[in-house]
Nanobody, 122 residues
């Protein structure tokens, strides 16, 4: 019913920058919070950044002042600009969207993207 597709990712050197994007499509009435999570090998999946429909952003302490989350409500798309990347930022990054599928009732669910690998290495 709802598809979530991430793009971007790849290999970048320490200190470099990279952008991710995530587009949701399908039966969507509105999207509430959109977020990025990441999961490094052998570790749990952690919240990186989130943004409400009104544009209020929240960041994990480890990425504050280096990452910027933004969204385009007309395109149902969320972006993550990552600057000053560090080797410890290496992980699979996942998009997460809270979707209201119709204007009535509790027709609402959370969807995940398939994940995109970000590797920070020289």
């Amino acid at each position: 019913q709802v598809q979530v597709v991430e793009s971007g990712g790849g290999l970048v050197q320490p200190g470099g920058s990279m952008s991710l994007s995530c587009a949701a499509s399908g039966r969507i009435y509105t999207i509430y919070t959109m977020a990025w999570y990441r999961q490094a090998p052998g570790k749990q999946r952690d919240l990186v950044a989130s943004i409400t429909r009104d544009g209020v952003a929240n960041y994990a302490e480890s990425v504050k002042r280096r990452y910027t989350i933004s969204r385009d409500n007309n395109k149902n798309t969320v972006y993550l600009q990552m600057d000053t990347l560090r080797p410890e930022d290496t992980a699979v990054y996942y998009c997460n969207v809270d979707v209201q599928r119709s204007p009535v009732g509790r027709d609402r669910d959370v969807y995940w993207g398939q994940g995109t690998q970000v590797t920070v290495s020289s």
